[in-house]
Structure formats: structure tokens, C-alpha cells
């Protein structure tokens, strides 16, 4: 059986291949399982200093497997088990891991494929690619961190006529309604989204961390608590090695060579 995900690293990166193409990447258990190995690898290792996700196939993800869903028989099921157990922790830990996540959207994300995309750092999309929260038309309501991220990127109004809608949004208004980093033509997609990552894993690895943090925190703070934050942020980045060397490149006038410390 093939693998439900590909995982590999090179220079510096580890690229994620959600590989269910023949159901457009939706989620199985065993595929939660094998990511979330992933990105524990992906925090724990520091020769990766990247990481990419892109999907196989003509889809990116198509959100929950609903084939795991049998509805044959009157058994109700209780979503908060898996949200609780697979799709939260996903999304937290996307958020939370202290490396950036670059996101090549190579076809639909739909669902809590949607959101889990929108949960990466960098969001590329291929001009043919859409994203869909297809919740509704299923009678579920959007999950995977879209209700939090939806109305803050997009304002209430694009987020709620895409939830209570279930309509496709194709890459280029995903772009253009600030849901993405920017649109690239299909076929340059993975050397583009490649090079991206590839670039942020030769950058000032702890410094990528603490803006995920600042920024992060930045949706629930006050200006205060902000300015705080920032200041102790700061002071953190302030003791690392590639700050030293930043600063001594641009003052040699030179290519900085940061080691991720
Ligand atoms: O249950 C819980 O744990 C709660 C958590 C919920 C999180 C969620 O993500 S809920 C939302 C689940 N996702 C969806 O509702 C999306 C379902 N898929 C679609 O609406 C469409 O497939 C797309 C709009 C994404 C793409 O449409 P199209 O026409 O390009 O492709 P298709 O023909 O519909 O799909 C191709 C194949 O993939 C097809 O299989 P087949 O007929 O060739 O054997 C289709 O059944 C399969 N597929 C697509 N999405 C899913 C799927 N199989 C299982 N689960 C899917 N989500």
C-alpha cells in the first residue's frame, strides 16, 4: 500500500506530500498519525529549518476522509473525538512549531483541507487551485481554526458567505482577499514554493520562530502587552548567533550566512 504521506529533506527542508490522490488527499487516521510524526521530526531535528506541504495529484486535500464516515446504521458520532484528538493538535502544532510552514497548494483544499492550508506560514496556490469550506454542505460547521482565521484575514463578511456558502474560491481571489501569500502559474508551483523554502531554511531560524509567536499573538493582545512581547521577543533574538552574524554581514558588506542559532 502507499504511503498516506511522503516525507523527505533536502537542503534543509522536509517536504510534506499528503498521497491519497485517489481521494484527493482526505484525511485517514493513518495519515493523521504519520503528520503528526512529521512535525514532531520537523521541531525536534535542526537540520530541518523549513518545512513544505503540498499535496499529490490533482488536489491539495480534500478534507476529512467521509468514506471512514458509515452512515448506514443509527450509531450518532461524536466529532469533538477526532477534532479534539487529530485536527486541533494539527493545527496548534502547525502554528506553534518554531520553524516556518510553506504551503504549495497544488489543486482543491476543501474542508478541513482548507484550513489546515490556511494554518501554514506562506501560502502559494497554483492558479488553477480553489479552497472551499464545504463544511455546510454537509451540515458541519467550519473547523480546523477557520472561523478564527476566515473573518480575521478575509473580514465577516467574505468569511461568513464562504462558510454558510460552501462555494469555491479560486486562487487568484484568495490572493486578492489576503487568505494567501500570492498565486503562481501551475507548473512553476513546487520549483517556486522549492525555492521559498529552501531560502527560509538558510535564514535566522530563531528569529522565523519568534515572529510566528509576535504575530500570533498579536490576534488576542493589547497594543501594551504587545510592545511587551515584542521587547522580550527582542531581547531573545537578540542573544542569537545569526543576529551576531546578521549584523557583521551587513556591516562587511557581505551574504549573511545564518546557522539557525
Ligand atoms: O468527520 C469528522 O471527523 C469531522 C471533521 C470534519 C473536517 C472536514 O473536513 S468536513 C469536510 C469534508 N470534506 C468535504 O466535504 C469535501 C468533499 N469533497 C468534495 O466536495 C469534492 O470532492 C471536491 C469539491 C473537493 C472536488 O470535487 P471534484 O469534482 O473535483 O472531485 P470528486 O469527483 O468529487 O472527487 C474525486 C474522488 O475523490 C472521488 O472518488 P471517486 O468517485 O473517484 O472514487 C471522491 O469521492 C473522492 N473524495 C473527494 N473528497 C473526499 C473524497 N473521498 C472521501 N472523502 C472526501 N472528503
Redesign the pocket.
Known sequence: MPQPILVSVEAGVQIITLNRP???N??NLEMHGLLREALARAEDDDAIRAVLLTGAG??FC????????DMSGDAA?D?S???GT??NPLVRHMRALPKPIVCAVN?????????VALACDLVLAARSA?F?Q??A??G?VP??GGTWVLPRLAGRARALGLALLGD?LGAEDAASWGLIWKVVDDDKLIAEAGALARGLAAGPTRAYGLIKRALDASATNSLDAQLDLERDLQREAGFTADYREGVAAFVQKRKAQFKGK
Open positions: 485517489e481521494r484527493l482526505a484525511f490533482r488536489g480534500a478534507g476529512q476522509d467521509l468514506s471512514e464516515r458520532f466529532l473525538v477526532t477534532i487529530h485536527y489543486g482543491v483544499a476543501a474542508g478541513a483541507g482548507a484550513n480553489s472551499i464545504a463544511f454542505r454537509i458541519l473547523d480546523s469555491k
